[in-house]
């Protein structure tokens, strides 16, 4: 079974900068759909970005695209997520999952990745963004 762990998080003022990483024990990530979803008080939890196994057709949501960048390091077993021009809206707890690849899966990822089709969830980390 994957084991995912966040790391990274931090407090920051708007328009810094953090890289969260999300590693992942047992087993290789190479064959994994990974996404980051974030989660702010009193607001549902949103898919942030999804990388496929191929790395081709990352997704974005609208609210990070250009800033947020998402890849892969395969030394570490982790998938990190480059956040740049942090706004306070961007604060929350960040949750990366993954699951294993597959047709639908990919698609799903870089179309919209939807919370219900990824098993395997880390614990999250906090992001704060304020002056």
């Known amino acids: 079974q994957v084991q995912l762990v966040e790391s990274g998080g931090g407090s920051v003022q708007p328009g810094g900068s953090l890289t969260l990483s999300c590693e992942a024990s047992r087993w290789s990530l190479d064959f994994y759909v990974v996404a980051w979803f974030r989660q702010a008080p009193g607001q549902d939890r949103e898919p942030v970005s999804c990388?496929?196994?191929?790395?081709?057709?990352?997704f974005y949501s609208d609210s990070v695209k250009g800033r947020f960048a998402a890849s892969r390091d395969r030394a570490k077993n982790a998938v990190t997520l480059r956040m740049t021009d942090l706004k306070p809206e961007d604060a929350a707890v960040y949750t990366c999952?993954?699951?294993?690849?597959?047709?639908?899966?990919?698609?799903?990822?870089?179309?919209?990745?939807?919370?219900?089709?990824?098993?395997?969830w880390g614990v999250g980390t906090q992001v704060n963004v304020s002056s």
């Open positions: 990388i496929g196994s191929d790395d081709t057709m990352p």
């Open positions: 999952a993954a699951e294993a690849s597959s047709e639908i899966v990919q698609t799903r990822c870089s179309q919209f990745p939807f919370a219900p089709y990824f098993g395997f």
